[in-house]
């Protein structure tokens, strides 16, 4: 009996090292991560006061920050930029209706004005 209780005594205490290893690798991965972000968050801001002037891909000017319509694909990769006003004059010169059975509920009309 006494060598079944040494046993589990044991097998106790190197599940309580186990578990506290990994707490011990746990806490340093937290450290770690919080670095990472500190430096992501300097790396954008660094990165937002280099960046150079987009250009429209319709009128091929320099776009002012924070004045850009920014088009996507379905990846959310980033397919062209457009000066707001250019990018309504290119909505405002489709024809558009609803149709539910369309993606988006959009569809451009094949009937002209």
Known sequence: MQVSDVCC????????AKVEAALVRLRSLKCQISELR?????LK?????????LKCSECGKLIERGLEVTLKDSFGNVKDYYHRDCFTRIWRSQNWRFDYSSPGFLRMDEMGP
């Open 9 to 16: 005594h044991s097998s106790v205490g190197e599940r309580m």
């Open 38 to 42: 500190a430096e992501c968050e300097a």
């Open 45 to 53: 801001k660094l990165g937002a006061e280099k960046q150079e002037g």
